[in-house]
């Protein structure tokens, strides 16, 4: 299975011999004083990739941790962040260690990553320096509703990660609100105001008004007001609306703040104005001093959107709250903008939509319309009475009911609760979301957990106890199982995805899937990452699912449980959405997936990319990927490289396999009896290094024939080619007679192969890492999985992220560590230009079994 | 599952151990009260016998060490399951000797300590029988 490794992949004994080693280099060279001696560099280097691993592994635990599988405390955040922190400073030592002290910068990039995570997990208001006074929807950092407020955090999410149509806009953050309260010195003042006001001192009212008073008379600071000024000009009229924090969260201050509609782009500064003053309007205050919300600092953004000139608008329910057994929404509709329905002056129209797929309409109440308000051709809103014909028709058609359903139904399915939902519908027939927030209704009974043991009775379960859980939750929907391009294509909302392998391009039909169930994968790997930022219900590692699994069939999937039934179980899904509390607004939770975004995300992909520095490291994961690359660099740098070896033995290897191999016998690797430069396989003493190069040079495997390169393919492996020409370096092996550490760039490949063959299996390992490659993304990771497929034929751990993969394996009997070097040797060969043939996921399996069976005579693992 | 519920008391003074833990283990067919401060945990025991505990170790005011000591006098039959952050041989090995059925480190997930608390329940039932 592809799970990550509970050891640490390097288990080397090399110390001694470089010890003894170190003595003899020193008796014989004296190293010039700049530069520390090879078996120094490599000993650092060989720490280096251990701490790496471990910061790997750490990473992925965390992500495991988010999935909702686990109950973990702020204890566990605050080691894992400590550990984290630990083995990054003995990165960037090791780095400068090895570089001559060339990344002292590193250390100030550690504190810029590490100091907004501390932050966090003492629980402060985040409000960092980096944090913007105003960010556009489509950038608004989620999970900060700290920063946003509720609302316009709820909106980030479902543009950004459920891509629904959300009326573009920005946010003037709670870092602007403070900013404001500075410059108009007006933080004491309402400190003194409310304080003498809870003293009873002051009534509610005249609190009220000064407070109100200090903040319409101050003036909106230079730099928010000019980037208001900026965003603005995209649209004549724009919405501005409260988003205070704590706002659409567990408490709900509807219709407390204030919102504007259809204000013109100049009066933006001035209505931002008028909405920070309803932070302490008398009903916020009696509310917030009600719910014991005072002791807290009142923060408040505030969104800015484009008015949508809307044909019709209103509310769905995704809960009928008269009958919610019955299965059914409700859509609210009525003409023109919302403000009659909002106001409560007008009778929308009541559609009841059932809530599965297709949407079929159950019942649909019109109302006669007496006016409608629509924006005024100059400006504002105005209302106009409705021509006679048209007072009775609905407001809505049947199709926009249901889009509005379907629409409803997956914001649900993200939110885990039932929602309440704005919308508009424009000119052009385009439904926009406008707002959408838990809906409020009061608990039906308090009834217990439906108890699992009455669930069996009553259903028949299709898959327990398999698999592990990548995200928890609840699911239910028709079975879809894709295989190929064409099923993603057509993958309905709301279905159940079951799926062979979890590669990343399963990514684009995550959103839409009611629940996801993959025969392979780790909870580490790339698919449970989206399933968690999706909070899709998963299960990786359900073997033989798409054979128990019958497309078309309705399943429950039921991760806290690890069971699969057949059938809608009702009782569960009801008692999921309306009665559990959802792990995901856990503030642990929350804080976890703040914190992940500090860590996990790889930003620095490319090594040639202007941005690929300590300043550009963004996140824990870019500086190990930085200092990975560098130390990598450092070993390979050719005119360093040669200045270190000055006087050394360095061999070049002479074989029908033309790699320009280069070998640093540091004992024991190359016949003693060697004369000159050069090398044949056959004078090769060194264990690992004489088999690998055995499986490289078997017959057939190093293929010499041109290779078919299809359009698409050479396309992308003519732009990669200016990165792969002046990448540095050159082959190199490191051996003793029982070790190997090699280095390999072949073409657009880089291979790095770790081995110790000890006659005590306790000294023995194999690493091995692959990475690049021509072709686009796709291609390399369909390639990486192929990779992944093999090795794991051969019973070797492996992680694969995108086109890496690694692969270890520990421990093992020196004929066995012989049969998988003489694998990697035939890999190594074999994948050189794979990607370029691997044309769709369907050539995998084929040509998975034509290289199994091609190795069967030579290293035949049955017997093992 | 006709037989009486059993049971089940959950200490820990981080809430959200509880939140996760209560639903879980209701699913089960097991009746659960959480507490996260010990003497209120305390006062419940006093008031009625639990078949199971699961507490922390680390907590303000009496800690778990303590409180499962104390309620193993009242009621030497409760079963009592330890979780805790600070997972030691050292902790371990007094948990046991204090009569503790089994020992989890945290973070755990929820399916490993449900198959515990089952295990527990087990062996509550085939005592009884």
New interface residues.
Partial sequence: MYDAGEQPYLCLRIEPVLAALQKLWKKVFKPPEELITFPELFEHFQALLQDHQKVMEIIADLGEKSGGDYVFDRKYLQDSVNELHVLLLHLIKGLNLISSNRYPDLYTTLDRIFLPIDAELRGRLSLAAEMPYVVGLEDLPVDHPELTGGKAANLGEISQRLHLPVPPGFIITTRAFRYFLEQNQLEDRIHALISAWLGREADTLQTSRQLQYGLLAGVVPQEVGREIRRRTEAAPFWAVRSSAHGEDGELSFAGLHESLLQVPARGVPEAYKKILASLFSPEALSYRRQMDMLGEEAAMAVLCQEVIASRASGVVHTLNLEAPETECLTVYAYPGLGRPVMDGRAQPDRLVVERQAPHHIRSREVFPKEYVVRPAPGGGEEEVTPAPEERDLPAISDATAQTLARLAISLERYFKRPQEIEWALDQTGQVWILQSRALAFSQISDFPPVEVADLRERYSLLLQDQGVVAHAGVGAGPVWVVESDADLEQFPEGAVLVTRYTAPWLARVVPKAAAIIAERGSPAGHLATIAREFRVPTLVGVEKATGVLTPGTEVTVDTNNRLVYAGRVQELLHYELLEATSFEDASEFRQLRRLLKRVAPLHLIDPQAPDFTPEGCLSVHDVIRFVHEKAVQELMDLPRFLKRFKGAQLWTLVSEVPMGLKIWDLGGGIDPAAQGGEVTAAQIRSLPLKTLWEGVCAPGVWSTEPIQVDFSGLMSSLTRTTEAATAAGFNLAVITGTYLNLHLRLGYHFNLVDARMDADPHHNHIYFRFVGGVTDLTRRSRRARLLADILAKYHFKVDIKGDLVIAKILHLPQEEIRRRLLVLGHLIGFTRQLDMQLKSDEDVPAYLAKFLERLQPLVDLEGS | ?AQNKLRVLIL?D?P??C???K??L????FEVDTFTRSFEAMQAVEKAAYDIIVTDLKMEGMDGMRFLQEAKKLYPETEVIVIT?FATMETAKESFKKGVFDFIA??????E??KVVQRAADKIRSAGQ
């Fill in positions: 599952m820990d981080e959200i151990v939140k996760r833990l639903p879980s209701e699913k089960l067919g952050g945290k973070p755990f997930n929820l399916n300590i449900q």
